[in-house]
């Protein structure tokens, strides 16, 4: 299949602050991808520098076979990008923040109207297509996001954090949307809090200050522990010694009952 993302010895900091330390990692074609970490663990950082909205400070990324510094339109090309805080303008119907893109990415004229439907269709928006998106719920933004992310036949989506802040049933779906994808060999990378949205990945990242912690299918990093009941928060824990998430308002167990009914952790 080929290489989609590698990134070699990746490196970021804020001032004193590494943020990103010495990351490598490489994500093959038609892979579902998820970089899973606590707050703060760098994830936001690391898809900005494959976003090409941040330059590595040290170490290499390219995408496609581009280089994120070079390469940047052509990289910028490949990629559908949903960012973790909305970019859409609330004020213009969902028609029209899609067709604002098709003439950003100069769509052919001709073939813009029919790209746009379909899309509209796709994120099962057609139906309030003439509505302002500031009337929109949640789930229905992150969908026309999501729709307006692939109008131009990316290569490669990257998703950052993409159903943080949904309510459960906004949740549930968009990841029919985003997992409908798989199905079609799309190439997704995407950070995430959620475990069931992380382990339902071909392959896993865990991250933690900057840091790779661990990559591999979740199943299989599950099985390292020889534990039928594991998940991939206690093999987070079996590599840091420390939880996913912080806890201390909320029982171990009742918070990982809650995320696996896809509940949503607030920061
Ligand atoms: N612009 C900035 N200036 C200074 N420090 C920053 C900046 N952006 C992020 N950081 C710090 O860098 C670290 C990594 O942040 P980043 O947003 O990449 O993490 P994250 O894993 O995406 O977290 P979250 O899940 O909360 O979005 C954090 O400690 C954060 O406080």
């Known amino acids: 299949m080929g290489t989609a993302v590698a990134a070699t010895g990746v490196s970021y900091r804020y001032g004193d602050h590494v943020a990103v330390d010495d990351l490598n990692l490489t994500v093959e074609k038609g892979e579902f991808f998820a970089i899973l970490g606590p707050n703060g663990a760098g994830k936001t950082t690391f898809l900005n520098m494959l976003m090409t909205v941040t330059r590595p400070q040290s170490g290499r990324v390219t995408i496609m076979g581009h280089d994120v510094v070079t390469d940047t339109t052509e990289v910028r090309r490949a990629l559908g990008v949903v960012f973790q805080d909305p970019a859409l303008d609330d004020r213009l119907t969902a028609r029209e923040n899609l067709d604002i893109h098709a003439v950003l990415y100069a769509l052919p004229r001709k073939e813009r109207g029919n790209v746009?439907?379909?899309?509209?269709?796709?994120?099962?928006?057609?139906?309030?297509?003439?509505?302002?998106?500031?009337?929109?719920?949640?789930?229905?933004?992150?969908?026309?996001?999501?729709?307006?992310?692939?109008?131009?036949?990316?290569?490669?989506?990257?998703?950052?954090?993409?159903?943080?802040?949904?309510?459960?049933?906004?949740?549930?779906?968009?990841?029919?949307?985003?997992?409908?994808?798989?199905?079609?060999?799309?190439?997704?990378?995407?950070?995430?809090?959620?475990l069931i949205e992380a382990e339902s990945c071909h392959r896993v990242a865990i991250i933690d200050k900057g840091r790779l912690i661990a990559t591999g299918a979740p199943a299989a990093l599950i099985a390292e522990l020889g534990s039928s009941t594991a998940s991939l928060e206690d093999v987070f824990i079996a590599h840091t010694g420390k939880q996913l998430f912080d806890d201390s308002a909320t029982g171990r167990d009742g918070m990982m009952s809650f995320a696996r009914q896809g509940g949503e952790f607030t920061r």
């Open 116 to 194: 746009v439907d379909r899309a509209l269709k796709w994120a099962e928006l057609d139906h309030v297509q003439s509505r302002a998106v500031r009337t929109f719920s949640g789930g229905m933004k992150r969908r026309l996001e999501l729709a307006r992310a692939l109008m131009h036949k990316p290569s490669l989506l990257l998703l950052d954090e993409p159903t943080i802040g949904l309510d459960p049933q906004g949740r549930r779906h968009l990841w029919e949307r985003i997992t409908s994808l798989r199905e079609q060999g799309m190439t997704v990378v995407m950070s995430t809090h959620n």
